[in-house]
């Protein structure tokens, strides 16, 4: 018999309603602060932000759900298996696509599982209040997860459930009734595994449970806004949007099963798409093909600007015609990364369209075209290997 709460409002029954709901896995957690809050503001503090200037706007409210709903008691946190494994390998002029972003946006789909489970909760109990949380909110997710016994915090700083695997998307509701909370996950189960350090290929994860987000790929890809610098532009890593490789090498996602939501399933044409033609589409059409899908946040200039990087960083003959086109396009953005792209070929046309794109009216894609010409943006002498 489980001891009496609040209002009456079942921990059991509200897993258990979440579970029906679609999520892969729910627990509970009494409303306090993270006990990582300090490594945060370390975090923070040693700059391993990067340019993510909200994080650090909103560090305060992080120390306690309470900012984000004041009279908040306990956190149900809540995971969902999203998409499958990988299949095929990219080709040529082929990019990379987290596994997360290649459905339709997760929070659209999270935040109405919650409120439905909200809208439950008061169906039975009108005087509880509750908020929704799928990540824009600040909320250290991760660390609410561990608490309510969802996983630990692994050596990729991810969550980690020793079922689900790492292929999992949170979220919580914040909810001002008491309820008998889950035991925090207490094991550390990557023991002395240290493959997914090895395996990221900028040194992002600087330490075990450490990231530094100003050399992660997912970083770059997905949030920094405006031109990649000359010294990450050749980093990508062929990933076009995210990145998986701390994910994909970690055993624990061996034998994770798939995920069951079909919003979330991988759309063919965002799995591995061809980057040519995106830097070729019609602007809008890109636009709309993207819109409601995770690959919005970057918008049409961040991912043409990192398709134009990767195609540069390989040096494929057949993005040249596309690369020069994209000089000329109305993104100051985008033709100083094409100028970057397009400097890299060893060929008279590329060299060409250089010296043609001098008098560009933007200062910063003025400079970058001169960083082009002198060949100060990488070799383009050699064929790529
Ligand atoms: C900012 C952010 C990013 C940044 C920074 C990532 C990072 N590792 O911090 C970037 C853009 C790089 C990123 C990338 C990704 N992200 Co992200 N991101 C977030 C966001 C918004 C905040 C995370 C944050 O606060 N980071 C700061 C660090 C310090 O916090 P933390 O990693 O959670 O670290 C905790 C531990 O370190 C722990 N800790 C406690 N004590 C100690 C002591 C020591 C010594 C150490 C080392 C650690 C430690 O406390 C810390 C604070 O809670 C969350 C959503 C949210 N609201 O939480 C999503 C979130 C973490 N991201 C998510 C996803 C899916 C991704 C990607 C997989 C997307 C992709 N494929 O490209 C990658 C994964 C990269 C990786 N290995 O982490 C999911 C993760 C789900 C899961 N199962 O873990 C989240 C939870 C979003 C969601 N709602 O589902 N992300
Ligand atoms: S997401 Fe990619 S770049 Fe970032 S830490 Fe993981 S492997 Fe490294
Ligand atoms: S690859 Fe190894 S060290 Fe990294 S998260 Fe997975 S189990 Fe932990």
């Known amino acids: 018999m489980e001891p009496s709460q609040g209002p009456g409002l079942s921990s059991t029954e509200l897993k258990t309603q979440a579970l029906k709901l679609g999520f892969d896995a729910a627990g509970i957690t009494r409303a306090t602060t993270p006990p990582g809050y300090p490594h945060f503001l370390d975090w923070l503090k040693a700059g391993c932000a990067a340019g993510m200037g909200y994080l650090e706007r909103q560090a305060e409210p992080r120390s306690h759900p309470q900012f984000i709903h004041a009279p908040v008691k306990s956190v149900l946190v809540v995971a969902m298996v999203y998409g499958q494994p990988d299949q095929a390998q990219p080709g040529p002029t082929q990019g990379q696509v987290a596994r997360y972003a290649r459905g ?3 929070h659209h789909i999270l935040w109405d599982k919650l409120d439905t489970l909200l809208a439950w909760v008061q169906e039975q109990h009108p005087e509880v209040t509750g908020r929704s949380v799928v990540d824009t909110a600040p909320l250290l997710e991760r660390d609410f997860a561990r608490l309510a016994g969802l996983g630990w915090m692994a050596k990729n700083t991810m969550l980690i ?3 689900l695997g790492s292929f999992t998307v949170l979220g919580a509701l914040l909810l001002d009734c008491e309820l008998e909370s889950d035991p925090p996950f207490s094991f550390d189960r990557c023991g002395t595994c240290t493959r997914c350090l090895d395996a990221c290929p900028t040194s992002a994860l600087t330490a075990p449970g450490l990231l530094d987000a100003r050399k992660c790929i997912s970083y770059w890809t997905i949030e920094h806004r405006g031109l990649i610098p000359d010294e990450w532009a050749d980093q990508l890593h062929g990933w076009v949007f995210g990145c998986d490789i701390c994910q ?13 939501e079909p919003g979330l399933d991988a759309r063919p044409e965002h799995t591995l798409p061809d980057l040519i033609a995106w830097l070729a589409a019609d602007p809008e059409l890109l636009r709309q093909q993207i819109r409601g899908t995770p690959l919005q946040r970057s918008k049409r200039v961040g991912l043409v600007r990192n398709a134009t990087l990767i195609l540069g960083t390989r040096r494929e003959e057949a993005a040249l015609p596309a690369l020069i086109r994209l000089l000329d396009d109305a993104e100051p953005v985008l033709r100083a990364s094409a100028a970057w792209a397009v400097g890299r070929y060893d060929s008279p046309t590329a060299k060409e369209a250089m010296l043609a794109h001098r008098g560009d009216p933007d200062p910063a894609v003025r400079e970058a075209v001169e960083r082009a010409i002198l060949g100060s943006n990488g070799p383009n002498t050699s064929q790529p290997t």
């Open 104 to 106: 339709l946006d997760y």
């Open 248 to 260: 994909d090498v970690c055993p624990w996602n061996r034998k994770a099963p798939s995920g069951r």
């Open 161 to 163: 459930h020793p079922r």
